[in-house]
């Protein structure tokens, strides 16, 4: 099973920009699709963006143009380049594989003035 571990969280202000990575450990990881997921204050959690293992990517539409997805194979690492960041952003961030697993405890994304 594959173990993750969110990081690169912070305060930032609308219209910023921070860089999120997900390490993992585990021979999965190089042959799995992974997603970025988060999770705001008193609302379900969505999924973000997807990558395969191929590096294919797809976004949902309230970050699409904005976030960046990619992943380095030989690093067992993940990333999410964020920016043009809103207020809306702001949510705990979580990786998974897309088929499924365990949550990692995410980076937390808090943008504001």
């Known amino acids: 099973q594959v173990q993750l571990v969110e990081s690169g969280g912070g305060l930032v202000q609308p219209g910023g920009s921070l860089t999120l990575s997900c390490a993992a450990s585990?021979?999965?990881?190089?042959?799995?699709?992974m997603g970025w997921y988060r999770q705001a204050p008193g609302k379900q959690r969505e999924l973000v963006a997807i990558?395969?293992?191929?590096?294919?990517?797809n976004y949902a539409e309230s970050v699409k143009g904005r976030f960046t997805v990619s992943r380095d194979n030989a690093k067992n690492t993940m990333y999410l380049q964020m920016n043009s960041l809103k207020p809306d952003d702001t949510a705990v961030y979580y990786c998974?594989?897309?088929?499924?697993?365990?949550w990692g405890r995410g980076t937390q994304v808090t943008v504001s003035s």
């Open positions: 585990g021979s999965l990881f190089s042959i799995s699709a």
């Open positions: 998974r594989p897309t088929g499924g697993g365990s």
């Open positions: 990558i395969t293992r191929s590096g294919s990517t």
